[in-house]
């Protein structure tokens, strides 16, 4: 187990712990806006390009949870980072061939997004003597350079995984386009928050709908407004890339 980070160290960071005061700041200020107790919101670090060091003092500072957008870079230094303090999601989309390198190396897995995906996970879990949480992605905004199921094939998605022993699918995971307005990103996060609801009323067997990871360093608060659970945070948090 690593020890808790110096006081030097610490201070190496400011910008890191300043980062983290402001967006703790304006989740609570969200929730508050939609009605919501700023305990159900999570909020994720992601880094991807992000040196251990870094990650090490956003923890030090508080951060509870780590999201990783590639397997390999999150393998080539999760040994430097402080584990034992946070939770780790996948967040990126996951190749079948590296599915036996992240399982059982991660809390989560948030980016299932085919019924090939989702057995090869189960399968591995299976091997494991595991069972691995995800969340299923959803393509919401049906763009072509991105990956996810279409709303349109979810519900038959999640049948047919709910049967697979080695995974448990927890909720939803979505990356909308970037609209510059409040209004147009306000609109697509609710459309997603609906079809989210709409399928925890469906009581598909094995399928629990309590995480709706959506909104990102652009429309984190937009995305909370609407019903977020889970924001994913990294230049707002660690600076640009």
């Known amino acids: 187990m690593m020890e808790k980070l110096s006081d030097e160290f610490y201070n190496l960071y400011p910008d890191i712990v300043e980062n983290l005061k402001v967006i703790k700041s304006n989740i609570a200020e969200a929730c508050i806006k939609a009605g919501r107790d700023p305990k ?3 909020l994720m670090g992601v880094t991807k390009t992000v ?4 990650i090490n003092a956003a923890i ?8 990783e957008n590639r397997v390999q870079e999150y393998l080539d230094k999760r040994v430097r980072i402080n584990l034992d303090r946070v939770k780790t999601h996948l967040i990126g989309h996951l190749q079948t061939n590296k599915v036996s390198k992240i399982v059982g190396k991660v809390d989560m897995i948030e980016s299932i997004d085919s019924v090939k995906v989702a057995k090869a996970v189960s399968d591995y879990s299976t091997k494991l003597g595991i069972v691995t949480d995800v969340l299923v992605q959803v393509n919401i905004g049906k763009e072509a350079s991105k990956h996810g199921v279409m709303e349109e094939e979810l519900e038959e998605l999640l049948h047919t995984i709910s049967g697979f022993g080695g995974i448990k699918v927890r909720g939803l995971m979505a990356i909308p386009p970037i609209y510059d307005t409040e209004a147009e990103k306000r609109a697509v996060f609710s459309h997603m928050y609906k079809l989210f609801i709409d399928i925890s009323r469906k009581n598909i067997d094995n399928i629990t709908m309590d995480i709706l990871s959506m909104g990102m360093s652009s429309d984190y608060r937009e995305a909370i407004l609407e019903g977020s659970t889970i924001v994913r945070i990294g230049s707002a948090l660690f600076g640009s890339r």
Do not use: P, Y
């Open 51 to 54: 040196q251990a060091e870094r």
């Open 40 to 42: 159900e919101v999570t």
């Open 60 to 67: 030090d500072a508080g951060l509870e949870l780590i999201g």
